[in-house]
T-cell receptor, first 115, second 114 residues
C-alpha cells in the first residue's frame, strides 16, 4: 500500500492563479480531509468528505473547493490564489471517521507559496 | 467550541531523560483525544488515542498518555527519550459523533541533546 499520496510536493503560484492539489489513498477509506498547517497555528480543517459524492466545509473553507468523485481521490482546488494561502497542505484519510475515534493517515504534504 | 492548549512551544531534553508534554482541552464532555508526531518535512503520524476506558493509554515508540478528567489534561510521557524522538508533537481533540469537529493544538517542538 502506498497509503496517502499528495502531489505536487512543492508549488509556487502567482496571486490570482488557480491550481489543484492532488490527494489519493489506496486503503479504501471512506473519510478524507484537507488541512492547512501554518506556523504557530497547528492544523486547521479546510474541507472533508465522508464518502464519494459527499463533501462538507471545515474550519477554514474560504478560497478552496473540493469534490469527491471516487473513493480514492480528493482534490483540493484553489480558484484564485492569494498570499494568505501560503501554507503546507495535508490530506488525510480514515476508514471509520473521527466520530468513532478512528486513526487518520496523513500524506507527506504540499508546500505552497503564493507570491 | 472545543479548544486544545499546548503550553510549551519548545522543549529541550537530554537523551535518556524522561519527557512529559502537556496538553489541556476545553470541552463540556469527554472528547476523543489524540497525540500525533510530525518529523521534519513529513506528515503526521498517530502516536496514541483515548476515546473511552482505561485512562492510561499506551502508544507506539514507547509513548504513553494519561487522561485526567479533573484536570482536563492528556499529557504525553516517555520514560527515556531517544535522539530519534526529536520532532514536533501535536495534541488533538475530537468530538464524539462529529467527524468534522477535530481541533489540533499548536504543537510542541522537541529537541533532544546528546
Amino acid at each position: 500500500n502506498a497509503g496517502v499520496t499528495q502531489t505536487p510536493k512543492f508549488q509556487v503560484l502567482k496571486t490570482g492563479q488557480s491550481m489543484t492539489l492532488q490527494c489519493a489513498q489506496d486503503m479504501n477509506h471512506e473519510y478524507m480531509s484537507w488541512y492547512r498547517q501554518d506556523p504557530g497555528m497547528g492544523l486547521r480543517l479546510i474541507h472533508y468528505s465522508v464518502g464519494a459524492g459527499i463533501t462538507d466545509q471545515g474550519e477554514v473553507p474560504n478560497g478552496y473547493n473540493v469534490s469527491r468523485s471516487t473513493t480514492e481521490d480528493f482534490p483540493l482546488r484553489l480558484l484564485s490564489a492569494a498570499p494568505s494561502q501560503t501554507s503546507v497542505y495535508f490530506c488525510a484519510s480514515s476508514r471509520l471517521g473521527l466520530a468513532k475515534a478512528d486513526t487518520q493517515y496523513f500524506g507527506p504534504g504540499t508546500r505552497l507559496t503564493v507570491l | 467550541a472545543q479548544s486544545v492548549t499546548q503550553p510549551d512551544i519548545h522543549i529541550t531534553v537530554s537523551e535518556g531523560a524522561s519527557l512529559e508534554l502537556r496538553c489541556n482541552y476545553s470541552y463540556g464532555a469527554t472528547p476523543y483525544l489524540f497525540w500525533y508526531v510530525q518529523s521534519p518535512g513529513q506528515g503526521l503520524q498517530l502516536l496514541l488515542k483515548y476515546f473511552s476506558g482505561d485512562t492510561l493509554v499506551q502508544g507506539i515508540k514507547g509513548f504513553e498518555a494519561e487522561f485526567k478528567r479533573s484536570q482536563s489534561s492528556f499529557n504525553l510521557r516517555k520514560p527515556s527519550v531517544h535522539w530519534s524522538d526529536a520532532a514536533e508533537y501535536f495534541c488533538a481533540v475530537g468530538l464524539p459523533g462529529g467527524y468534522q469537529k477535530v481541533t489540533f493544538g499548536t504543537g510542541t517542538k522537541l529537541q533532544v541533546i546528546p
